[in-house]
């Protein structure tokens, strides 16, 4: 954002690559004001956000009583109406990957929400992110009242700890992550939490929670909150809250996990114990089971190198084969990113495998034969959103799924793929997910959180005539129930249910005759999350243990039935519904209105003998959505009183990303004293005043053309000479931007990254100054190992032309060895080859009152080469060497090469080694 301050000022030199965050779509955004809440969403997902207007507002009167406390100033809510959607939005600059349901953001207090899937999951997101702001602004509050800096916060894993404890009952996901790590010896004590994060902090700390409630009373957990103020350090308050000593408190906390987990290894059975274990790396899941000539195929989505991708399996010779990417995925538009973790691939009998993956603005169905090993067709429908569960009748002519449409209504659709037509079967609120067709193809099992009466939300399974499209009732138990999968003589209908706490595979006998009662095939620590049939008696399942995703073989003729559960129908009830806003009080619609408040405010100001004071400072403001922002920048450079007002220096700068085409504009005044390395050793003193502006347009999220014009009015005068230059300048670039690359700790390791740059600048009013810009750059990664890489790079830079400017080479950014910027010149070439290793996982010093860890040292060994010169090619330079780099907390790279230069056009070696320290990413 900062390089619309001063276009004219940064080299053509200094670029950058990156991936888009694409705003695909462009939004008509609405309000909604509550008594405590501005609700902001858009187009036709009002319903659904006068329903989470309700769950907002009750989730308010709960937690006001629960931390003591009243939020005085109305709760901005930004909610989404799908995943895909969330992922565009500018409230923060990030890239948001899967996974995130949501986000408070400091900063404004904005709350960022895309609607999950379920209404029930939509109200524990709802609440999740209340708590944190609630908690924030008690904490803030505290600390103000006691005149104390204000930032101290809790750690990270109490904070997801609390949000999940008081926004959510204990579910399946969670149980089945503690089983995992506390009978795998993976679990994180709690003196050494703070320093962990991912997933598990969530769940770990709603644990501790739990225990807290559980053994001291849940009034401790706002007796922590309210003694914020007292200590600098977390662990002295829970000392001080709990009265026992840090160490103590962990313990206990251990041996209540430990009375309650270790038991279930009476009755339960990790998956190595019961199943064959097939893979034992990468993630993998959702596996489909070909027969193609006799041989038995896995297909599957997984993760074995950083991009998830199709991958295919010999299942006869598993112990012996690796897995084979069949569709590469996460380099190109069409394939930008699979949803791992959720049912995304079907393969009919004919041998045509159906896989979803997001495509730019939506997801789509791509159809791909693996017999003749092409892809056919690739579906994409106007008004769906995201697509999961597809599944093949038993002809392989139609095609069912769910999908999420505009509303955010999720329900089943089926297509015929001979027609070539789209029937949608379900229209309501109730999340529908999981289909499945009955053998004749007359009939469509799903699972939905329609369920009413006791049970009401719970999942479980329903059926639905294609005739009469009425929806009847299969199951109707107390648990959720997911994967519905037909044996093969479609006699017996087997499923994932977490009656137990985790999902375990559940039977349904003679589907279509009566319903029976459901049994319990395997009882696992953990989940079983997807399964396929190899036959009628042996299964390939996806499940969880050591916190991985592997398959196992699973023979189900020698299970037991380990529990049977039978549907009570006595307890239906008509089908609840969820009252929006219309009963609240103080209620407003309105049209959303841009409202721009403060992002970011910077003051700087310095003195010394020769040159005296000088100072500035830099504010940014936005609008409340992230669209628009007005960057403003102020400095004077004067060295005397008399000077002041000669020496301003001011950016005044817009930037839009609302739409797909981001663009910026503004204009500058610079003044002072000047020391330019492209130039001339000697020091000038320049003003220079004009406009810029600039768009990129981003084709996907990994390609992007970028276009510049800037008009500036320079006078520049150096020093000890009589006349100054007078210039009138006009620049023009365009660059073409490319990058899928996927990063270790310190840089790229696998894939691509180029920029094509063309420019033009001369002097339009005397001609002092005319020349052209050219700049390729290419960095190309060869992955050889899971976190090893070779690294390629190639680039030219060419000015040629009157005055042209000088570009520089030297340092550890590019030709190591040699002193920074040291090599100058109208032309430059580079190029770099570096073997780029891990050294050490991880180091951690304990000293006796705290413990230092340091993440990822990794090697390198390079060659680089390269040359400057102007007019006539002087020599080639280079270096060779190894190195050593250090990620410091994911904000800094530290870089420390010994080697030796390469001198004389190539012809000998320095005589000495050289030693270079510096920071930056490896190219």
């Not at 000539?293 to 297909?299: S, V």
């Not at 990664?781 to 032309?801: D, P």
Request: proline share 3%.
């Amino acid at each position: 954002m900062l390089l619309f301050l001063m276009p004219h000022l940064i080299s053509a030199q200094f670029y950058f690559f990156g991936r888009n965050k694409v705003q695909y779509e462009s939004f008509k955004w609405k309000l909604i004001k509550t008594e405590h809440f501005n609700i902001y969403y858009y187009d036709n997902f009002e319903r659904i956000a006068e329903i989470g207007a309700r769950f907002a507002e009750e989730s308010f009167e709960e937690l006001k009583v629960k931390f003591n406390h009243y939020v005085t100033s109305k709760i901005p809510l930004i909610f989404y109406n799908s995943h895909i959607h969330f992922q565009q939005t500018n409230t923060i600059p990030n890239f948001i990957p899967e996974g995130v349901g949501g986000f408070f953001e400091f900063l404004k207090g904005r709350v960022v929400i895309p609607y999950p899937g379920s209404l029930k999951d939509f109200r524990h997101v709802i609440k999740h992110e209340l708590v944190h702001v609630f908690m924030t602004n008690k904490i803030f509050n505290l600390l103000r009242d006691h005149r104390i800096e204000t930032g101290r916060m809790p750690p990270l894993w109490f904070v997801e700890g609390l949000a999940e404890y008081w926004s959510y009952e204990w579910d399946a996901q969670g149980e089945m992550i503690m089983r995992d790590f506390l009978l795998n010896n993976m679990f994180i004590p709690l003196e050494d939490l703070s320093g962990a994060g991912g997933y598990i902090i969530y769940k770990e700390g709603q644990s501790f929670l739990e225990f807290i409630a559980a053994e001291f009373g849940e009034d401790k957990i706002l007796f922590i909150i309210e003694n914020m103020w007292r200590f600098n350090s977390f662990n002295d308050n829970l000392e001080y809250s709990l009265g026992l000593k840090i160490k103590d408190i962990g313990e206990r906390w251990e041996y209540y996990l430990k009375k309650k987990y270790y038991p279930l290894y009476e009755s339960y059975l990790p998956h190595f114990i019961g199943a064959r274990k097939l893979t034992d790396a990468g993630l993998n899941f959702n596996p489909r089971i070909f027969n193609k000539d006799g041989e038995k195929e896995i297909y599957f989505i997984g993760n074995h190198n950083g991009y998830s991708s199709v991958f295919k399996l010999d299942y006869d010779n598993v112990d012996h084969t690796q897995p084979e990417v069949i569709i590469e995925g996460e380099k190109e538009p069409e394939y930008e990113s699979f949803h791992l973790l959720d049912n995304t691939l079907d393969l009919s009998e004919d041998g045509l495998l159906a896989f979803i993956t997001k495509s730019k603005e939506r997801d789509v169905i791509h159809l791909y034969s693996v017999i003749g090993n092409n892809k056919i067709k690739t579906l994409g429908f106007e008004n769906l959103i995201s697509i999961r569960s597809p599944k093949f009748s038993n002809d392989g002519k139609r095609l069912l799924f769910s999908a999420t449409d505009t509303k955010a209504y999720v329900d089943i659709y089926m297509y015929d793929l001979e027609k070539d037509t789209l029937l949608r079967l379900t229209n309501d609120y109730y999340a529908d997910a999981d289909p499945v067709f009955d053998k004749e193809g007359k009939k469509v099992i799903f699972c939905s959180d329609r369920t009413s009466g006791e049970y009401a939300q719970k999942f479980n399974l329903f059926e639905l005539d294609l005739s009469s499209y009425a929806v009847s009732y299969i199951t109707n138990i107390n648990a959720n129930i997911r994967f519905p999968r037909f044996s093969p003589d479609y006699k017996t209908l087997y499923f994932n249910c977490d009656y137990d706490g985790v999902y375990n595979i559940w039977r349904l006998n003679n589907y279509g005759v009566k319903k029976d009662e459901i049994e319990q095939l395997t009882k696992f620590v953990t989940s079983v999350y997807s399964f396929d049939f190899v036959d009628d008696t042996t299964l390939v399942t996806s499940s969880f243990e050591k916190l991985s995703f592997q398959f196992y073989e699973l023979n189900i003729s020698a299970s037991g039935i380990y529990d049977r559960i039978a549907s009570d129908y006595t307890k239906i009830k008509p089908a609840w519904k969820t009252d929006g806003i219309s009963s609240l009080k103080g209620v407003d619609r309105l049209k959303y209105d841009r409202e721009y408040t403060l992002d970011y405010a910077v003051g700087q100001l310095s003195t010394d003998p020769i040159y005296g004071s000088r100072g500035g400072a830099l504010f940014a403001i936005s609008d409340l959505l992230g669209d628009d922002r007005y960057i403003f920048y102020f400095y004077n450079s004067a060295e005397l009183q008399s000077e002041i007002l000669d020496n301003f220096n001011i950016a005044l700068s817009r930037i839009n990303l609302q739409k797909r085409s981001n663009y910026g504009y503004g204009i500058f005044h610079f003044a002072g004293r000047r020391y330019d390395i492209r130039e001339s050793e000697e020091f000038f003193y320049e003003r220079v005043y004009g406009g810029f502006a600039e768009i990129h347009y981003p084709f996907s999220v990994f390609q992007r053309l970028e276009a510049s014009v800037s008009l500036a009015n320079s006078d520049k005068e150096l020093f000890g000479e009589f006349m100054a230059r007078k210039a009138l300048l006009m620049s023009n670039t365009l660059s073409f931007v490319h990058d899928n690359a996927l990063w270790a700790s310190t840089g790229p390791i696998d894939g691509s990254r180029f920029r094509i740059m063309l420019g033009y600048i001369s002097d339009i009013k005397f001609s002092n100054l005319n020349y052209y810009s050219v700049i390729a750059d290419y960095r190309k990664y060869f992955r050889i190992g899971y976190t090893s890489a070779v690294a390629l790079r190639g680039a030219i830079f060419i000015n040629h032309g009157k005055e042209a400017r000088r570009f520089f080479a030297g340092g550890s950014w590019d030709l190591r060895g040699w002193p920074r910027w040291s090599i100058r010149g109208e032309k430059l070439w580079l190029s770099s080859v570096e073997l780029r290793f891990p050294l050490i996982d991880r180091i951690y010093i304990k000293f006796p009152f705290f413990g230092l860890g340091f993440a990822g040292l990794r090697g390198a060994l390079f060659f680089d080469s390269g040359a400057a010169w102007d007019s006539k090619y002087k020599e080639t330079l280079g270096s060779v060497g190894f190195g050593f780099r250090l990620n410091l907390f994911n904000v800094i790279t530290l870089r420390y090469d010994i080697g030796k230069k390469i001198e004389n056009n190539f012809s000998r070696f320095q005589d000495k080694l050289f030693y270079q320290f510096f920071f930056g990413w490896d190219f």
